[in-house]
Structures are given as C-alpha cells and as structure tokens.
C-alpha cells in the first residue's frame, strides 16, 4: 500500500482505490473466513492435549420443563418456535451446565479441553427410534434430550469432526454476469454481495445472534502469530483512507514487530521463541505489545499457515519456529554472524531445510490440519519450491494420508453397485439405513454393473 501511495504522488497511479476485491473480513462470524480459523484453531488445540476421544451432540429439547412453564403465560398453543428467543436461552444455559460438568471430571473422567460449535437444524428429519447411536445413560437421564456420544478412532476422524462442525451454513447462490463487466480489465470480487446473496437464516439463528450468545467455544485460548515480511503485514483501513493509514505506525505494529521489540527490552524473552512467546506472555491490543503474564492459563498459539510457494515467508516461518533473540527481520536472517540476503540462505544454512527431519515436522503439521485434497496440493508446491532431496521418503510415510479420499471413493463406489443392485429390486440402501452412496457419472455406473 505505501508503494501504491508513493506512485501515486507522482501521478502515475490513482490512489483513491487500491484494488477491485471486496473481502469480508474475518472479524465477520459466520462467514468463510472465521469458520476455516477456527478449525485450525481446534487443531492446534489437539496438538497441545492430545487428540479428542469425544464427539457429543447435544440437541434442544422443546418439552423441556424450563420451556413449558414459561409458554404457560403465552396464549394456548404457542409453542417454543413461536418464541425462539426462550428456547435459545434455556439451551445456551444447558449447553454451559453440560459444559461445566463435562470439564470437571465427574462425567467422563479426567479432562484435557473441548471445542464446541452451535448449529440450527433447517431440514425436518424424521428420527426413527430403532436406529441404536451411541450414548451416556446418565447425560440423556439429566439433561433430557438427544445427547450422543462418538468415539474419535483416528487422525481422519478428528479432521472429519472439526470440518464438520466449522463447516458454516448452508448457502447456494448462482450469478450469471456480462463477461464484459469489469473494472479496469479486472473482475470485480464481491465477497460482501456474494455472502448476503446465499446466507440463509432460520428463526432459531436468528434469535440466537439477537441474543448475542456464543456459537463458538473452547477451553484453551489460541494466539495467532501472523508471519509476514518487512513492510507487508495486512492491515484494514476505510476507503479513501489510505494515506492516514500508512501514516499510521500504531495501525501497522503485529505480534510479529512487537516480539523483536520485545527482544531489545526483556532479557527472558531472548530464550523464548516465537512460537513459544504467548505461554508467558500476553499481546496487548491496545499498545500493541508483549506483556509478562502474571497467571497460569490455558492458552495455546499458531503461527499462520503459508504455503511453500510463498517462498520467502515459508522459510522466515521455519526460522522463526527455532530462532530465539531476534530483534529485526534482518536479525532472523543471520546465522553466525553472517546476514543472508534470503531467509531461505538463512534456512538452509541454520538447518531448517528439505535435507534434515524439519522437512517431516512441516508435513506432520500439515497432515494433522490440512484435508486431504489440500494436502496433494502442499505435498507438490514442497516439491517444486524446495526440491528435496528425500522426497521418497516422504511420500513412503504420508502417502496413506495423501491417498485417505481415493480409500473414500472405493467405499462410495461399493456402495454405488449395492445400490444399483438393490433398485432392481425396488428397494435402495436407505431401506437398511446404509449409508447412501454419493452420485456418480453414468459411465461409472456402467463399470460398476460389468
């Protein structure tokens, strides 16, 4: 942006718009952006205690007695999705006492921590009791209603939960635009426009947000450490409003700017690394700066992904994982007392390179937060950006989890002959509650039927 405004001073460039792309940001909850970070908070969480070994659903109950006495003073009839704001209430109180009890031990023994989203049902399914779902006698008997309890088996599991439960509402919209409709040869993106267009809110949502309660929840907070380079660290700023904003030293001060000050001031922040830096410190908004913490807390920190195409900042995240008492950008690009013109010569020659086991700490990371499709993509920009030289290796330890969807589809396409087979019998494998196969292509069904 500062480059954009020099030019602009000398009339090259017009500076009372920088860019055609509306974002909505993540400090919106409930769109993309806020749901895909916390899933990856949720991760690191796991990183911290361990993985889960529950998944419980909690489901509000419209006969509950709390409900029922307060519909006493509406007119005959009325029913909580008359009044949404009770039932929400009475649910958000339960969940917190569910919570509570779960956190203390009494329930399921000793606790690590939790991870809970609130979601709205919109689509009137029919529950057939005779389906058996695992469960705690003793919930269901307090709480009385619908509280299912999962067993998390695997690393998959755990990424299928945590994407599940961030997955954000449900939304669908189709455009149909002037392929001559552009800016300055640019397309216009409208992440704006495009949210409100395929949003869809229901009663129960609605009065919940009204309420201002809480559809997220964790036990541990989670700091994140934003990795950038010297001079592009984002910031937000008002239209028309960009020559104050670069002015703007405060605006422009991360947690990454305020660690190498914090470097210079205190001398046991030197033996702490970046990533380490929030278990005994606090980032203060305010002044934009470190503060030593003067309690214990449950708080965990990530730093934020950057793909391996991003060369610069992907080592200046490997260096930053190890280095202690760096005090600028040009402090964490020298090793031994010699000042690399890359942080990648600064990698390579620190030891944080494809050539040693940091190359595995980066994919067991990766594997443990990244969905499979995502991962072929991180595994081939590893490749090309860094050209290492055990690359069999790596693909002889993490090709069952570059490989876990195609496993999927085996399973799907089984499922897609069972099915065919069972239609020419008038039946489908809805009719023993089997799970129902995805749609395929119909030259993939005539495979299926040789």
């Known amino acids: 942006m500062t480059d954009h405004i020099s030019n602009s001073e000398a009339n090259t460039l017009d500076r009372t718009r920088i860019g055609n792309q509306m974002i909505l940001p993540s400090t919106f909850s409930g769109s993309m952006r806020p749901m895909q970070q916390q899933y990856q908070d949720a991760m690191v969480i796991t990183r911290k205690v361990g993985r889960p070994d529950l998944f419980i659903t909690m489901t509000c109950n419209p006969k509950w007695p709390e409900i029922c006495t307060v519909l006493k003073d509406f007119p005959t009839g009325t029913t909580a999705n008359d009044i949404p704001t009770i039932a929400c209430r009475i649910f958000n109180m ?26 709205f049902g919109q689509r009137n399914i029919q529950v057939e009791n005779s389906i058996v779902v695992p469960h705690n006698p003793y919930l269901l008997a307090k709480y009385d209603c619908h509280m299912n ?8 599991a755990i990424k299928y939960v945590f994407k599940y439960i961030h997955k954000g509402h449900d939304r669908a919209s189709v455009q149909i635009t002037d392929s001559n409709s552009e800016s300055d040869g640019q397309p216009i993106i409208n992440e704006i426009q495009d949210y409100v267009d395929s949003r869809y809110v229901g009663l129960m949502e609605a009065a919940w947000c009204i309420l201002e309660l809480q559809m997220h929840g964790r036990s541990h907070a989670v700091t994140r450490l934003p990795v950038h380079l010297l001079g592009q660290q984002y910031a937000t700023f008002e239209e028309s409003r960009q020559v104050e904003a670069a002015t703007n030293e405060k605006k422009w001060r991360t947690h990454l700017i305020a660690w190498f000050e914090l470097n210079s001031i205190d001398e046991m922040a030197r033996n702490i690394t970046y990533a380490n830096t929030p278990d005994y410190y606090s980032f203060q908004e305010a002044t934009k700066t470190w503060k030593k913490r003067k309690y214990a807390c449950k708080v965990v920190s990530r730093m934020t992904n950057v793909s391996p195409t991003d060369s610069e900042r992907f080592h200046l995240k490997l260096i930053l994982g190890h280095a202690t008492n760096a005090r600028s950008f040009i402090d964490s690009r020298t090793v031994n007392g010699k000042e690399w013109n890359t942080f990648r010569d600064a990698a390579v020659d620190m030891g944080s390179t494809a050539t040693n086991d940091e190359a595995f700490k980066i994919f067991d990371e990766a594997v443990s937060i990244i969905m499979t499709k995502r991962l072929r993509h991180f595994f081939l920009w590893y490749l090309i950006g860094e050209m290492p030289s055990n690359a069999i290796d790596l693909w002889n330890t993490y090709k069952k989890a570059l490989s876990q969807d195609f496993v999927n589809q085996h399973e799907n396409r089984a499922l897609c002959a069972i099915e065919h087979l069972l239609r020419a019998e008038a039946r489908s494998c809805a009719n023993f509650y089997l799970p129902i196969p995805e749609i395929i292509f119909e030259n993939e069904a005539e495979e299926i039927t040789v």
């Not at 969940?95 to 809970?116: C, D, H, N, R």
């Not at 309890?149 to 998959?156: D, K, L």
Request: charged share 20%.
């Open 94 to 119: 339960r969940l917190q006492q569910a919570l509570k009890e779960i956190e203390s031990g009494s329930v399921f023994g000793k606790f690590e921590g939790y991870v809970y989203t609130v979601e």
């Open 149 to 156: 309890v999962g067993y998390c088996a695997s690393i998959m």
